[in-house]
């Protein structure tokens, strides 16, 4: 489990993150939401530790943040942020493989290959390996980007808005194949996420900021009601059932 205790990140006089406090349970999938500037990314970021926190502490199963070694802890941790280079001459398979970097950092091994052939496979881009990455549809790069992050073999993924620029057919099928990476494969995802009704379907835990605060933590079925909307967003929703999902509708 993750646990983030007091967590504040100033800059200036502005509060990126104010004495944030949350829990992310192992085998879940836990969605981080609120409008644009509420913190997401500065919380996603410092879990990552790609971004330095001014108070607070980060722990992984009771271990501080700060107290593991590079190496280790990127055979630990993989996050995949929202800008990534695709302009490389590189082809699919390639791509892939740099997520093996932390275990291996010379040669790749036939164990390796295995590795890297097994989440191209589950990624569903086997027929994508030696495609060069300037070639892919958006819908395609997310998949290969998450097929890298896949071979990393970490216990925790970071995604920060992989929805961004894809269709509505995609991004449902990447938002379940991210459920499954939880349910098949015992992953702790954390997504950066906007859609609300995606949230409902496909999402098992939430984290909810508003201006660097924190106004919700826990089961989605059980906090994201229509009052904790409204204080999110300032706007009235209506909430209903449909099958065994929930959706979202703006008043």
């Not at 194949?177 to 496909?202: E, G, W």
Request: aromatic residues 8%; hydrophobic residues 40%; proline residues 1%.
């Amino acid at each position: 489990m993750i646990e983030v205790t007091n967590l504040t990140k100033k800059y200036g006089k502005f509060y990126a993150l104010d004495q944030v406090s949350v829990d992310v349970h192992d085998g879940r999938v836990t969605a981080i939401i609120g409008e644009n500037g509420s913190g997401k990314t500065t919380l996603l970021n410092m879990m990552g530790r790609l971004t330095e926190e001014t108070e607070g502490i980060i722990r992984y199963n009771d271990c501080n943040i700060k107290d593991f070694k590079n190496r280790e802890f990127a055979q630990k941790v993989a996050i995949l942020k929202q800008n990534n280079m695709t302009n490389l001459r590189l082809t699919v398979y390639d791509l892939v493989s740099f997520g093996r970097f932390p275990h291996n950092q010379h040669k790749l091994t036939d164990e390796d290959e295995l590795i890297i052939l097994e989440s191209l496979s589950f990624m569903g881009c086997m027929d994508l390996k030696d495609k060069y990455i300037d070639q892919l549809s958006g819908g395609q790069l997310q998949r290969v980007y998450i097929a890298m992050i896949l071979v990393q073999d970490t216990d925790y993924i970071f995604l920060d808005e992989p929805l961004n620029n894809l269709d509505l057919k995609h991004a449902h099928e990447l938002m379940a194949l991210i459920q499954s990476l939880a349910i098949q494969r015992n992953k702790t995802v954390v997504i950066v996420m906007h859609d609300l009704n995606m949230v409902y379907r496909y999402v098992d835990d939430v984290i909810a900021l508003k201006h660097g605060r924190l106004i919700a933590n826990g089961a989605v079925d059980d906090v994201l009601n229509e009052s904790v909307l409204h204080r999110i967003y300032d706007m009235k929703f209506t909430i209903q059932s449909c099958t065994e999902h929930k959706v979202a509708f703006i008043e």
